[in-house]
Each structure stands twice: as structure tokens, then as C-alpha cells.
């Protein structure tokens, strides 16, 4: 392994960090074996690839020794499959495995309650005394966790299926892609027209002493502003839906509909700010045309 390693996560780059800072994250649960990890920054793989960085230092503890996984049990969704004609040594200590550190000594009970919450799973190993290797715990009866519904589910199928997101939800979005830059594109047409339109009716306004016109200039800068604004987000929202055509991983797709969900956002407070911008506007009109109709009233009796 490199001396030093980038690690990406959710499209930003971080480090370089040493082998030493990169075990920390792996403690904190901030680094994963699906997190992608660079030596050079532009060369990406995942981080199952450097196993090394996830084998803790020894730590004394009561009971049996606990032994480094093999590869090959290393990477997440490792399938194992389980010997069901001997029964499960219950009786003794166990350790397991989570967000790479290696955890225990926990009585068989307890492991049994963290696979019937889905806090044990593909993604976890296990190992107790007589074991000659770390196992899955579906290769261990009574670890069977029960069928994962909702997001545990979701969650699940990612791991199984190597993190990738489905070619139909891929396609989905690209499809919408084009729609999306021509959305933008209009935009700053509109807010160019709009902002030469303001600075002409400014610099007109000033030099004929026209406060109205003044006005009428700002008003039109201010929501040329506003539309770039939301046409910048919507290139940022095309951009993320580019890489997931590459990246087809579910840490692309979530920075995807997070930068949908910003434009959408912000769209309905623009939606909000106009409505009451409007409110305003009719209360004032009806003040003013109630003034007028009064005053006309008096001269005429």
C-alpha cells in the first residue's frame, strides 16, 4: 500500500491521509470497505483493495485470540454458505465484526438480537473458538436475520448487488437530462434579457430624474439574479446525473437527488417570497384606488 491514501466520499476528495488516520476512520465508522480510495487522486478503486487498512491492531482481551478475517471474507456480501448440519456453539464467547473494527467478547444472545434488528448482516463476520475462520453470520444458525423490508431492505439489496444502481433508474434520469439543461438554458436567456432590460431602464431612470423608471430597473435585475440563480442549480443537478452515467453507485445517486432536492427548494421559496410579494401588492393597490375613490368622491359633493 501507498504511503498515503485520498479517500472519496459523496463526490468529495479528502487527505492525503496515512495509514494510521485512515485505521482511525475505520473505527469511527467513517470508512468502509465500498468507499473509494485513491494513491494518486485520479485513480480510483474501492477500499476492499487495501485490506491492510482494516486490520486493527491486536488488542489484549479475555478469552480466545482473535484472528485477522480472510481476503476473501473481507469483501462486503461475501457469501458463506451456511452449514446447517451442526448446531451453533451458543454457549461460548463471540466476536463480530462492525465498520471495520472487530468487536467482543458478546455472549450468542446478543448477536442474536443485533441480526433480528439488522444491525448483523452480509456485510458482518463473526467468529468464536473452534471456528477456523471468520464466517458470515447466515453461515451460522440462529443468525439468520429476518426478511428486510423498507429501507433496511433497500439498503441490503445495495450491498448484495455491489453498490450499483440499476441501469433503468440510470436511463430514467438521463432521459430527463437534456430537459434539464434546456430548462437552464432558457433561463439565462430570460435573465440576460432581463438584466440588460434593468441596467438600460437604471441608467435611464437616473439621467431623467424617473423614480418609477429607477424602480422598474431594479425590479428587473433583481429577478434576472434570481432566475441565474435557479438555472445554476439545475446545470449542477444535469452535472450529477452526468457522472451517475459512470458512477453508477448509490453515493452518486443519493449527490444526485440531493442536488435535486436544493432546486426544488429553492423553487418553492421563490414560490413563497412571489406570493407574498403579490399579497403586498393587491393591498396596496386596493388602499390606493379606496384613496382615490374617496377624494374623487369629495370634490364631486
Known sequence: MADQLYIRVRGRVLGPYDRDKLQSLVKRGQLGRLHEVSEDGVAWVRATNFPEIF??????????????????????????????????????????????????????AFLQKLAATGQLGPSNLVWTEGMAEWAAPGAVPGLNAPPATGRSATANVATE????????????LAGSRRWILFLAIVTFVYCGFYAVLGVWAVVFGFSSDIAAIVGEGLFFLSTAAVGAAAGVLLLFYANRIG??????????????????????VYAGIIQIAFLIFLSALSVWAMAVGGATVRASARSLF
Open 161 to 172: 448487488s455491489g453498490n450499483a444502481v440499476t441501469p433503468g433508474v440510470c436511463r430514467a
Open 243 to 264: 457522472v451517475l452515467q459512470f458512477r453508477r453507485d448509490f453515493q452518486q445517486l443519493e449527490s444526485t437527488l440531493e442536488a435535486a432536492r436544493w432546486f426544488w
Open 55 to 108: 486490520v486493527m491492531p491486536s488488542v489484549a482481551v479475555a478469552g480466545p485470540s482473535v484472528k485477522a478475517p480472510p481476503a476473501a471474507s473481507e469483501v462486503p456480501g461475501y457469501a458463506i454458505e451456511p452449514d446447517t448440519s451442526a448446531a451453533a456453539p451458543t454457549g461460548q464467547t463471540w466476536y463480530y465484526t462492525s465498520g471495520g473494527a472487530q468487536l467482543g467478547p458478546v455472549d450468542f
